[in-house]
């Protein structure tokens, strides 16, 4: 079947520090790969994406890149603020029988960052 | 542009009492979904639907019912609420068929059964 798993919370960082959330999966087929982030008090939204081995996602300074011969999609940011404090869940997407997706989540991984 | 908007954000019920959780959006997305958060656990889905009149049963479904009379509309009853069901319950849609579309959210509701 279809899992996540990424790393055990919580991270707490001082500001400009380096962050790697660590992400793998097991998967049928070939997936897409997913970072959502939820701020407190509100619903995920989306981060970055890659839908193919070897794409890179980025977005607001954070990447993640498709590893499928390490079945893996690590989160990483060079200089991590206040701002980026939150929950960072990774998923995967599978198509469901050809009639929408089939989202799995990992537990999330709350972050938080201090000035 | 509204997205997905859920209503209520919060509620108390007592064991035994019902609710329905209303869950719309204005993307004119095809596919819909129910799932619920719980504290280091994820998200588990409930309920999706991949068009009006078309839905079926996602990981949790026992306790909760859903109906899709329209494209914007997807609502989550609970019947007979139970302490299990305290959650935080969020609806999604997303537009694409294959595995490459993203999830838009709605803000949450947040449920609290004593």
């Known amino acids: 079947g279809n899992s996540v798993t990424q790393m055990e919370g919580p991270v707490t960082l001082s500001e400009e520090a380096f962050l790697t959330i660590n992400c793998t999966y097991t998967?049928?087929?070939?997936?897409?790969l997913f970072w959502y982030v939820q701020y407190p008090g509100e619903g995920l939204q989306l981060l970055l994406k890659?839908?193919?081995?070897?794409d890179k996602g980025s977005n607001k300074g954070f990447e993640a890149t498709y590893r499928k011969e390490t079945t893996s999609f690590h989160l990483e940011k060079g200089s991590v603020q206040v701002s980026d404090s939150a929950v960072y869940f990774c998923?995967?997407?599978?198509?469901?029988?050809?009639?929408?997706?089939?989202?799995?989540f990992g537990p999330g991984t709350r972050l938080s960052v201090l000035p | 542009n509204a997205g997905v908007t859920q209503t209520p954000k919060f509620r108390i019920l007592k064991i035994g009492q019902s609710m329905t959780l209303q869950c719309a959006q204005d993307?004119?997305?095809?596919?819909m979904y129910w799932y619920r958060q719980d504290p280091g656990m994820g998200l588990k889905l409930i309920y999706y639907?991949?068009?009006?009149?078309?839905?079926d049963k996602g990981e949790v479904p026992n306790g909760y019912n859903v109906s899709r009379s329209t494209t914007e509309d997807f609502p989550l009853r609970l019947e007979l609420a139970a302490p299990s069901q305290t959650s935080v319950y969020f609806c999604?849609?997303?537009?694409?068929?294959?595995?490459?579309?993203?999830?838009?959210f709605g803000e949450g509701s947040r449920l609290t059964v004593l």
């Open positions: 890659a839908t193919k081995a070897d």
């Open positions: 998923a995967l997407s599978n198509t469901r029988d050809n009639y929408g997706q089939n989202f799995v």
């Open positions: 993307m004119n997305h095809n596919y």
């Open positions: 639907s991949v068009g009006a009149g078309i839905t």
């Open positions: 999604a849609s997303s537009t694409d068929r294959r595995n490459t579309g993203e999830l838009f």
């Open positions: 998967a049928t087929g070939y997936p897409s």
